[in-house]
């Protein structure tokens, strides 16, 4: 049994507004999560990612297609007592504070504490937020509500959490201490969705990303499998080449232009000298030169244009 | 049946986080020490010992006082209570429903006509429990002072916070319907300071058309549009031990509080948040 089970998902919003009509906001998307594993779903603004979130969640309900939560239907709402959420932008009522927050959410999900359980303690070490448990939220910093919201999706011990832009708004510490929280659950065997748009973030503890652009799945495998062991070289220049130019070196290597920034893929070093010395033939000044790999932001940029073309 | 409670037991707390409702117990609590004050220093004994030397007849003097203090009571309360009450509660679900908030209520194991079920019983208790507590003081006051111990009056607790309940589901439905705080308020007032006593006189106001369509529309409107002012005058009938002529709005407002409830969940049940 997957974890997350997410079949044919369409989900088309009717917008009353008449030039608009319809957003389709999932299309046909096709997707399975193993238990104990963190998955990254990644993709540009309005690509449907809090969508399929929220149709997991009961929050929105899907157009056609099928989803399941632990072997059970979405639209079961007792299935939600094992999942946690952190909406993006989420807002609680700012007149709790803390403790409260939690305890009252915690209720929420039929998990009974008071103000005195360890648990409300424990989780709010957790995420650094132990001396603020007393103040009204009302209070907090962005980065403060972030992490209260975090401990709240997992206080009532749940199998599956939700995470949308977990690390919205909270400093680079935070982030790292996140990732650490994050990983510690899945070693605790819990399945964690992160919609994401901090691609080195999900690089860093995802074991699979999928790839959601327009509704469409269409990127899905593990990091290592997306970014493949392509290497690249990427040489700066130092003014933009006359389109004329462009054409001609394209019929001799394979290389993408971006304003001053040249990179080439699949090519070994003996071809990026000549190329370079092509370059050089033109009177072109070479600011500097590097050989990486590709990153998940190489690939997530790359299959965006590709799509797009 | 629990996550109902869960939910008004949240409503509850909302409730009391804003003013208004520390200034509707501020005020009744207000109003109570009135009428403390009005019987430890007011002689009743003197006057109606002065009042029955004037007439010769023996009228119960200080049942006439208490049944005045009664309707100080009930009118304002009726009126000025319920008013405050609607204030107050037509917040409720379109803070519910704001972005960031009701996407995490939902994503809980709640259903949401649980959601909807709570959040109009909480709103009810809060609103049963500052009458009450208004009404039980005033009862107890009477009592001690004038030594009538009459449980009619008690019934205004009940009928208050029925009309209120009406209103309150009325509410709810805008809320889901529109999410604006201001329109569910608007519609409330509209309909208890205007259209439910206009229907209710509506016969006077037949009286300027012969036509019969008018004057059937006019009976239709009366037993859709909720029935405060019927309720207000139940409310003061019973309190005061007087015959009520029908209870017939008790009916129909219970089934208006069931069917709009019903169409509140089963719209609710299909939105996307
Ligand atoms: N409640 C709604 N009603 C109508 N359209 C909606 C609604 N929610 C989202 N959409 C539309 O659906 C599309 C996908 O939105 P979604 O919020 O899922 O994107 P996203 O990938 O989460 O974006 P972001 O990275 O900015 O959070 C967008 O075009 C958006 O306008
Ligand atoms: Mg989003």
């Known amino acids: 049994m997957y974890a997350i089970e997410i079949t044919n998902l369409t989900k088309i919003y009717k917008t009353r507004a008449l030039n608009k009509g319809e957003i389709k906001a999932l299309e046909n998307v096709t997707l399975n999560i193993e238990k104990g594993t963190i998955f990254g779903l990644l993709g540009p603004n309005g690509a449907g990612k809090t969508t399929l979130v929220k149709v997991l969640l009961g929050i929105v309900s899907a157009t056609s297609g099928s989803a399941k939560l632990l072997g059970e239907n979405v639209k079961n709402y007792l299935v939600r007592k094992n999942v946690g959420y952190l909406p993006e932008n989420h807002k609680f009522p700012n007149y709790l504070t803390g403790e409260d927050v939690l305890m009252y959410y915690a209720k929420l999900s039929g998990y009974e504490i008071s103000k005195k359980s360890k648990e409300i303690e424990e989780y709010l070490q957790l995420v650094k937020m132990g001396k603020w448990r007393k103040t009204k939220i009302k209070k907090y910093s962005k980065g403060m509500m972030q992490r209260l919201g975090l401990a709240q999706a997992m206080i009532h011990n749940p199998e599956i959490i939700f995470l949308d832009e977990p690390t919205d708004g909270v400093d680079p510490i935070g982030r790292k201490e996140i990732r650490d929280i994050l990983i510690e659950l899945k070693n605790k065997g819990k399945t964690i969705f992160i919609n994401s748009h901090l691609l080195s973030e999900v690089e860093l503890v995802s074991d699979k990303v999928g790839m959601l652009n327009e509704g469409k799945l269409i990127k899905l495998g593990t990091v290592e499998e997306l970014t493949t062991s392509k290497e690249i070289f990427e040489i700066n220049i130092s003014e933009t080449l006359p389109d004329l130019v462009v054409k001609e070196l394209k019929t001799k290597y394979t290389f993408q232009i971006n304003n001053l920034k040249i990179s080439l893929e699949n090519a070994n070093t003996d071809k990026v000298n000549k190329f370079m010395d092509e370059l050089r033939k033109l009177g072109v000044t070479i600011t500097s030169f590097n050989q990486k790999k590709e990153s998940l932001e190489d690939m997530f940029i790359k299959s965006l244009t590709e799509t797009k073309n | ?273």
């Not at chain 2, 004050?37 to 023996?58: H, S, Y």
């Not at chain 2, 959601?115 to 107890?140: H, M």
């Not at chain 2, 009056?153 to 999410?179: P, V, W």
């Not at chain 2, 006019?218 to 007087?242: M, N, R």
């Open chain 2, 1 to 273: 049946m629990k996550n109902i409670l869960t939910i008004a037991q949240f409503t509850v707390r909302e409730a009391l986080s804003r003013k208004i409702v520390i200034a509707f117990f501020a005020i009744s609590t207000f109003v109570i020490l009135l009428f403390t004050g009005i019987f430890a220093f007011v002689p009743f004994e003197d006057l109606t010992g002065m009042i029955r030397m004037q007439n010769k007849e023996v009228i119960n003097i200080s049942k006439e006082i208490v049944k005045m203090f009664k309707l100080f009571v009930i009118a304002p309360l009726f009126g000025g209570g319920l008013f405050l009450a609607i204030f107050s509660a037509s917040g409720f679900i379109p803070n519910m429903l704001e972005k960031g908030n009701i996407d995490l209520l939902l994503s809980k194991p709640i259903s949401r006509s649980q959601i909807i079920l709570g959040k109009f019983l909480g709103g009810v208790l809060i609103v049963l429990a500052n009458i009450a507590y208004l009404i039980i003081s005033i009862w107890l006051l009477i009592g001690v002072k004038f030594g009538i111990w009459n449980i009619d009056f008690l019934s205004s607790i009940l009928t208050i916070t029925f009309a209120f309940a009406t209103l309150y589901a009325l509410i709810i439905l805008i809320g889901i319907l529109t999410q604006s705080s201001v329109l569910s308020m608007m519609i409330s007032y509209l309909i208890f300071f205007i259209f439910s006593p206009l229907l209710s006189a509506r016969e006077n106001v037949a009286m300027f058309t012969d036509s019969k369509l008018t004057k059937y529309i006019l009976e239709f409107l009366y037993y859709i549009v909720p029935q405060t002012s019927e309720l207000g005058s139940i409310a003061k009938d019973l309190a005061l031990g007087q015959r009520v002529i029908s209870f017939q709005p008790l009916l129909v407002s219970t089934l208006f509080i069931i069917l709009i409830l019903y169409l509140s969940i089963i719209i609710f049940d299909k939105k996307d948040y």
